[in-house]
């Protein structure tokens, strides 16, 4: 895959087939195809996720279901994807400088895209697009909407945008190369490309987004305290700063990775055995913080709590009492799935995988896997979401979370 001597020192074998630009489109349009999925097969349990993330109702019951939609949308940015990859190739035929030169073919592509989002189309699903971006300006600066305005879209919106984290920066590279004399978009990536801390600022917003709509949640739930008829009985809001110090644990991550690719004993002051060692710290926080939150708090799984309330009768081990997955042995994999995926950092402790991480084909197989893990996340997510808007919260929200108002009920709405 990498590493291949037969090659020009620029190009490894996997870039030769499947250059950066391809690579950040690739991800990007299997995102597209797994949120069709999502919609797909949530409508079949009777989950309504429109509903949840307060979508527009369609206009007419016999109109295209919001799945199909998002399929159609799929299919339409792939055909030109495919078509593309098809026609570099045939011109390319794997030779280094050939695929070098051609660099202007995946970023039009990648131009194509962006300008496809941000300039809807009428009959190509105008409205779902238009209410992306929508979503999209509110939490690019963290922003959060109130529950009944559709703040559980925001926060799924955001958590995606984490997990595209590094494709992000990866997208900005590739543009950065693109546009600088020396560099072709196509060649061996540069992620110092724009200054050695440019992409780590851009790899850290998506946490920086979900981190700021946290404190907003937690300032909301003070507000409300405050207000006269307020009570605490809802909470003082630690839920929120604590999902806060979750997403805060990836900074320091994020920092001590870019000081590890650009390691100068004379300017950080520490042998890198020791930065190593302290990331591994912290990578370990970090996963570890994230995995228990997805199970304990994103899917009000009893795994993590008391002994009575894991084993009780009334539900199988570790899970809850409601579910909408027919099979209790869906959530058990999910559960150990995301474990795994949550530690791919691990390849790095083995002597014989260690350089795995730093193969442009290894970056490119973690980046998938993540936004792999995100999708399976979302089912078990939404489905949660949707047990708690129609079963009540989960009992131990009622200590830390917040309210707002459902059906003439009050019910608890927090991530």
């Known amino acids: 895959m990498d590493g291949d001597p037969t090659v020009e020192p620029q190009l490894d074998t996997f870039s030769l087939i499947l250059p950066l630009p391809y690579r950040i489109a690739v991800i990007l349009v299997l995102g597209v195809w797994a949120w069709a999925l999502n919609l797909h097969y949530l409508s079949v349990l009777k989950i309504d996720v429109a509903s949840l993330i307060r979508y527009p109702n369609r206009t ?24 593309s990859l098809l026609l570099f190739w045939t011109i390319t035929h794997g030779q280094a400088s050939l695929v070098l030169a051609w660099d202007i073919l995946p970023q039009t592509y990648l131009f194509l895209l962006a300008l496809f989002f941000l300039l809807p189309l009428q009959r190509l699903s105008k409205t779902g697009r238009y209410r992306f971006l929508s ?17 559980f879209g925001d926060i799924l919106l955001a958590d995606v945008l984490t997990s595209y984290a590094k494709v992000f920066g990866d997208f900005f590279v590739s543009g950065c190369m693109f546009i600088s004399p020396n560099f072709s978009s196509t060649g061996k990536p540069d992620r110092g490309c724009g200054g050695a801390y440019l992409v780590p600022i851009i790899i850290s917003i998506p946490s920086l987004i979900r981190l700021r709509q946290c404190l907003i949640e937690f300032l909301r739930v003070r507000k ?9 009985s ?64 994103d899917w009000d799984l009893t795994m993590f709590t008391s002994s009575q309330e894991r084993n009780n009768s009334e ?48 970056i490119f197989i973690m980046e998938f896997l993540e936004v792999l893990r995100r999708w399976m996340w979302i089912f078990f997510r939404v489905e949660t979401e949707w047990v708690r808007n129609n079963r009540g919260p989960a009992p131990d ?13 009050n019910k608890m709405d927090f991530d």
Not at 138 to 151: F, L, V
Not at 397 to 409: P, Q, T
């Open 234 to 297: 809802s909470g003082w809001g630690g839920q929120h700063l604590a999902n806060a110090l979750k997403y805060s644990t990836a900074f320091p991550v994020i920092i001590l990775s870019a000081l590890q690719r650009g390691y100068d004993p004379n300017k950080i002051g520490m042998s890198e055995t020791d930065l190593f060692r302290l990331w591994l710290l912290f990578v370990f926080l970090n996963s570890f913080y994230s995995f228990y939150w997805d199970v304990a708090k």
């Open 60 to 83: 007419t019951s016999t109109g295209p279901s919001h799945h199909f939609r998002t399929y159609r949308l799929a299919t339409l940015i792939t055909i030109p994807l495919a078509l």
């Open 135 to 151: 979503t999209l300006k509110r939490i690019s600066i963290g922003g959060i909407a109130e529950a009944q305005d559709g703040k």
């Open 315 to 362: 539900h199988p081990w570790g899970l809850r009492r409601h579910t909408h997955f027919h099979a209790k042995q869906m959530y058990y994999a999910a559960i150990v799935i995301d474990l795994m995926l949550r530690c791919t950092w691990s390849l790095k402790l083995s002597p014989h995988l260690d350089h795995w991480n730093d193969l442009e084909g290894g």
């Open 397 to 409: 929200d009622i200590l830390l979370g917040d309210y707002h108002h459902h059906n003439n009920n």
């Open 224 to 232: 409300s305290i405050k207000q006269p008829g307020g009570s605490s």
